[in-house]
C-alpha cells in the first residue's frame, strides 16, 4: 500500500506516528521514501511519499505492480505532480482493475472526481467503478479577530502579538505563518533574544522554525512535546496549512500575505 503526501514533513511525520501507534520499527513494516532519504525495505507493507517520488517509481515501474493501494492525500492542492498522478493512474487502472486508488481532501470537488475515475458508461449504477465516502470530522469554535488598521511592518507585528498572547492569555502553543524563510529565520531569532528580558514569572518561550529547507531532524522537532512551564512558537511558512498536524496549537498568527510563483 501506499499513501501519497504532497510534502515531505508530512511523509515524514505520519509515517513516524503509524510506526508508534502499530508498535513497530520505521523502516519495517511501515516506511517512508522521500529524496535523498529512503526508509523502506523488503518488508514494507505501507509507505508514504511524496508525488514526486511516486512519479519516479512510474518511470521505472509504469504499471506500479509493487501496490495494491494508491492513497493521495490532500488531492485539492493540484501540484503538477498530482494532476499527472491523477491521469497517469486512470490509464493504469485500465490494465489494472484490481488496483484500489483513494483520493482523500477535506475540500475537494467529490463529484468531479467521481465522474473523472468512473468507467461505467451505463446508466446502471451498480456498475459504477467509483465512489463517494463522506466522514465527518469534529468541529472546533474559532475566534478570529483582526488588526485594526492595516501595519507597516507585519513581521514586527507578529512578533509584538505573541508576547502580548504569552503575557496575557492563558496556556497554549502558538503558530505563526509567514511568507519565507527569512522572515521565519527572523522572527525566531528576535523571539529568543527579546524573551531573554521577561520577567522570570512568565513562562519560557520556546521558538522554532518549520520551512522545507530544513532537515528531517529540525523539521520534526517541532512535535515533541512542550517542556514543562514553556510555550512553544512555531514559526512557518505555508508548509504547516496542510498534511501537517501540530499538537497543542492554541493561537495562530496569519500575516495574510503568501508568496506565489508567476510566470
Known sequence: MYYDQPRRIAAT???????????????????????FDDQTS??????????????REIMIDPLLTKYSVIMIDEAHERSLYTDILLGVIKKIQKTRPDLRVIISSATLDAEAFYRFFNRNTSKDKSKDTASIISLEGRMHPVDIMYTDEPVSDYVEKAIQTVFDIHTQEPSGDVLIFMTGRDEVDTIVSELYERSKTLPSKYKELMPLPLYAGLTAEEQLSVFKPTPHNTRKVIVSTNIAEASVTLPDIVYVIDCGFVKVRTT
Open 42 to 55: 523488503s518488508q514494507t507493507r505501507i509507505k508514504y511519499m511524496t508525488d514526486g517520488m511516486l512519479f
Open 13 to 35: 511525520s505520519v509515517s513516524l506516528r503509524v510506526c508508534e501507534e502499530r508498535n513497530c520499527r520505521l523502516g519495517g513494516e511501515v516506511g517512508y521514501l522521500i529524496r
